[in-house]
């Protein structure tokens, strides 16, 4: 088991909604910015949503208004709510975490390991 595990994500009709859920799978030392990415067959990974610690959040344009980012910082989870979905959705979404696995080591990047999300027209 990797250190983010997703859940969620499935098929769903255009105009539906989605959840996905991203959460560690044991305590780090820090966990800082937090999101989503998603990569459409043929084409580059590209940033969905994230959110800091602080609680800012950014979006990219094709999904704003249609999603929405929740992170808990108690259980160190990040959601995904996908309203509105479009057929261009469709693609694996992957969790992504900016961590610090103890103190003293600098933060690096991890990734889920992909949740497939299918919209129909």
């Known amino acids: 088991q990797g250190l983010l595990v997703e859940s969620g994500g499935g098929s769903e009709q255009a105009g539906g909604s989605l959840r996905l859920s991203c959460a560690l799978s044991?305590?780090?030392?820090?966990?800082?910015?937090m999101g989503w990415y998603r990569q459409a067959p043929g084409k580059q990974r590209e940033m969905v949503a994230f959110?800091?610690?602080?609680?800012?959040?950014n979006y990219a344009e094709s999904v704003k208004g249609r999603f929405t980012i929740f992170r808990d910082n108690a259980r160190n989870t990040v959601d995904l709510q996908m309203n509105s979905l479009k057929p261009e959705d469709t693609a694996v979404y992957y969790c992504?975490?900016?961590?610090?696995?103890?103190?003293?080591?600098?933060?690096?990047?991890?990734w889920g390991q992909g949740t497939q999300v299918t919209v129909s027209s």
């Open positions: 992504n975490a900016a961590l610090n696995l103890a103190l003293g080591i600098a933060p690096s990047t991890y």
């Open positions: 044991r305590r780090v030392f820090r966990v800082n910015a």
């Open positions: 959110v800091s610690s602080s609680g800012s959040t």
